[in-house]
């Protein structure tokens, strides 16, 4: 039965290998479009870290906050460090466009707000020294085809000013541009300004072995990778009282819950992601349902004349089942095989694009494997079911006579 079964699927290559292909294709989408929303949880964990906190305005990022609310949130206790960031809106292209994030830091607080960046000190020392250098996200340098060493121009049109920077070091795993706040700060005075009136974020590192907040009330368990609760609630009191102080509502939340909500439309696009894997694997389904229906078809003279020779229908619905199940195992293996690949693409480009690292986070190991091939071996048996039906529904005998006449 197998090699008959291998005969028929190769009488006609053309039509069984674009069956194979449609399933490939599906598999290798479904597999992609319905792991990637799964996976930006495990992205942002690697993205960000617990001990690090965000402090914006209540409104949103479109408000401002006072420039003195780092050096405020650095005197606070329980706060290791904190780093003002300021949009800058830098564009280097000819017509004004912005293509890549560019932000002005306290370049002295690097160090001690992304410890775990792990920049090297001939890269974070020059930033920090010289006002006119600037750190590029290996994504961007990637894009725009800079090298460390290279300089460049920033037009702002948000601040009305263009400042030439050279780049003395990359971000791992981080998109744009960080500028010397110092920097702009002296660009605007130059244009009769007094500094920079606002900031846009403030980034702080707190205190504790394990990131906990260092504050009154019951101290966190052992080996936790966050704050205990009653940590979370001094930090959002002392925020309040800061806030108070300086006029302005304050928000202050985990890194990881800033970009999920930084990152809220995502939530839209995982849901389509959903849909439309489900709707590809339909639709596939039903084409290859409807190739395999018209293979069976063609070959009735084939399969009424094996039942005429004494095959029985169980024997004849195995070999049709068998071929269908062949085409379902084959797609899904090579829509697995194409699946890591474009997994192994996007940790070769790089994670620190939101979609190319949800792709780059994807997981696929040997059980999940197994579990794609068999189910598509699976589905394929099952499509299968309706043609082998069919093939052993009718008299092999009025079947002959038909084709004969």
Same mark, same amino acid.
């Given at each position: 039965?197998?090699?008959?079964?291998?005969?028929?699927?190769?009488?006609?290559? %053309?039509?069984?290998?674009s @069956?194979?292909f449609?399933v490939?294709l599906?598999?290798?989408?479904?597999?992609?479009?319905w792991?990637?929303?799964?996976?930006?949880?495990?992205?942002l964990d690697?993205?960000t870290?617990?001990?690090?906190?965000?402090? @914006?305005?209540?409104?949103?990022? @479109?408000?401002?906050?006072?420039s003195?609310?780092?050096?405020?949130?650095r005197a606070?206790?329980?706060?290791r460090?904190?780093?003002?960031?300021?949009?800058?809106?830098?564009?280097?292209?000819?017509?004004g466009?912005?293509?890549?994030?560019?932000?002005?830091?306290?370049?002295?607080?690097?160090?001690?707000v992304y410890?775990?960046y792990r920049?090297?000190?001939?890269?974070?020392?020059?930033?920090?020294?010289?006002?006119?250098?600037?750190?590029?996200g290996?994504q961007?340098l990637?894009?725009?085809g800079w090298?460390?060493?290279?300089?460049?121009?920033?037009?702002?049109?948000l601040?009305?000013?263009?400042?030439?920077l050279?780049?003395?070091?990359?971000?791992?795993?981080?998109?744009?541009?960080?500028?010397?706040e110092?920097?702009?700060?002296?660009? %605007?005075?130059?244009?009769g300004?007094?500094?920079l009136?606002?900031?846009?974020?403030v980034?702080?590192?707190?205190v504790g072995?394990?990131?906990?907040?260092?504050?009154?009330?019951?101290?966190?368990?052992a080996?936790?990778?966050?704050p205990?609760?009653?940590g979370?609630?001094a930090?959002?009191?002392?925020?309040?009282?800061?806030?108070?102080?300086l006029?302005v509502?304050?928000l202050?939340?985990s890194?990881?819950s800033?970009?999920?909500?930084?990152l809220?439309?995502?939530?839209?696009?995982?849901?389509?992601?959903?849909?439309?894997?489900?709707?590809?694997?339909?639709?596939?389904?039903v084409?290859?349902?409807s190739?395999?229906?018209l293979?069976?078809?063609?070959?009735?003279?084939?399969?009424?004349?094996?039942?005429?020779l004494?095959?029985?229908?169980?024997?004849v619905?195995?070999v049709?089942?068998?071929?269908?199940?062949f085409?379902?195992?084959?797609?899904?293996?090579g829509?697995?095989?194409?699946?890591i690949a474009l997994?192994e693409l996007?940790?070769t480009?790089?994670r620190s694009?939101v979609?190319?690292?949800m792709?780059a986070?994807?997981?696929i190991?040997?059980?999940?494997?197994v579990a794609?091939?068999?189910?598509?071996?699976?589905?394929?048996?099952?499509?299968g079911?309706?043609?082998?039906?069919?093939?052993?529904?009718?008299?092999? %005998?009025r079947? %002959?006579?038909?084709?004969?006449?």
């Amino acid at each position: 039965m197998v090699r008959l079964a291998l005969a028929s699927l190769l009488g006609n290559r %053309l039509r069984t290998i674009s @069956t194979i292909f449609a399933v490939q294709l599906a598999v290798t989408l479904v597999c992609v479009l319905w792991a990637m929303p799964a996976e930006l949880g495990a992205f942002l964990d690697e993205l960000t870290s617990e001990s690090r906190f965000s402090v @914006t305005h209540r409104a949103g990022l @479109t408000s401002g906050l006072p420039s003195e609310a780092a050096r405020r949130t650095r005197a606070l206790p329980g706060v290791r460090d904190a780093i003002a960031f300021t949009y800058f809106g830098g564009s280097s292209e000819p017509d004004g466009r912005i293509t890549f994030p560019s932000m002005a830091v306290e370049a002295a607080h690097v160090a001690g707000v992304y410890p775990d960046y792990r920049i090297p000190p001939e890269q974070l020392g020059p930033f920090m020294r010289y006002r006119d250098a600037a750190l590029v996200g290996e994504q961007t340098l990637r894009r725009q085809g800079w090298r460390i060493g290279d300089r460049i121009a920033l037009a702002s049109a948000l601040w009305g000013v263009e400042l030439e920077l050279e780049i003395v070091g990359a971000l791992p795993g981080q998109p744009g541009v960080w500028l010397q706040e110092a920097y702009l700060e002296e660009s %605007l005075r130059s244009r009769g300004a007094s500094g920079l009136p606002w900031n846009s974020i403030v980034w702080l590192r707190l205190v504790g072995p394990d990131g906990g907040y260092d504050a009154p009330g019951p101290s966190p368990r052992a080996n936790r990778a966050e704050p205990s609760t009653a940590g979370l609630e001094a930090l959002e009191a002392t925020f309040a009282a800061l806030g108070r102080e300086l006029g302005v509502p304050l928000l202050v939340q985990s890194e990881r819950s800033f970009y999920l909500r930084l990152l809220a439309g995502l939530r839209g696009l995982a849901a389509m992601l959903e849909l439309v894997g489900f709707l590809v694997a339909v639709c596939v389904t039903v084409v290859a349902a409807s190739s395999i229906s018209l293979a069976v078809r063609d070959r009735a003279r084939e399969l009424a004349t094996l039942r005429a020779l004494g095959w029985s229908r169980a024997r004849v619905c195995a070999v049709v089942l068998g071929e269908s199940s062949f085409i379902g195992a084959a797609g899904g293996l090579g829509g697995l095989l194409g699946a890591i690949a474009l997994v192994e693409l996007a940790r070769t480009l790089g994670r620190s694009d939101v979609a190319m690292g949800m792709l780059a986070a994807v997981r696929i190991d040997a059980r999940t494997a197994v579990a794609v091939v068999a189910s598509t071996a699976a589905i394929g048996s099952l499509v299968g079911i309706l043609p082998a039906f069919g093939a052993v529904r009718q008299s092999s %005998l009025r079947i %002959l006579r038909e084709v004969t006449a």
